[in-house]
């Protein structure tokens, strides 16, 4: 992207080339590792944003202020969307080839609470952060 800079790209093709050839890099299979990641990756991710901002608009300071002129969110909240937006997906379409993973409640539920979801006890952290387990909790 700097190089781009240089030869004198505008701010609207510098855009165009972050979203069209680095955020599909970025978010390649987002749903399979996005629970997975750990703070300092996230940080990581953000970071890259952070750069390719700062070379589209140089003269602004605030990230949250060249966030908002390039109509970007960051990318942790893009990664987390494109994941629900995936499970939830699956768990409307009982056609998908992955819609066996989720299991629905189907006993009596309390009225104070309803769960939709019966999510199994899991052993251990990694399993805990699987992606139909994380979402399973989220939208319970």
Not at 5 to 23: A, D, I
Request: proline share 4%; glycine share 2%.
């Amino acid at each position: 992207m700097k190089q781009l800079k240089q030869m004198g790209m505008n701010s609207n093709g510098l855009l165009t080339f972050y979203k069209t050839n680095l955020k599909p890099v970025l978010s390649y299979a987002c749903p399979a590792w996005y629970t997975f990641l750990a703070d300092k990756d996230k940080a990581e991710l953000e970071r890259l944003q952070k750069t390719a901002t700062k070379i589209i608009f140089t003269d602004t300071e605030l990230y949250e202020e060249r966030l908002s002129l390039l109509n970007l969110t960051p990318v942790n909240d893009f990664l987390f969307s494109t994941a629900e937006k995936y499970f939830s997906k699956i768990s409307e379409n009982s056609s998908h080839p992955l819609f066996s993973r989720i299991r629905f409640n189907t006993f009596k539920t309390s009225s104070r609470k309803p769960v939709k979801y019966r999510t199994e006890i899991c052993r251990t952290e990694k399993r805990k952060k699987s992606f139909f387990q994380f979402f399973m909790r989220h939208f319970n």
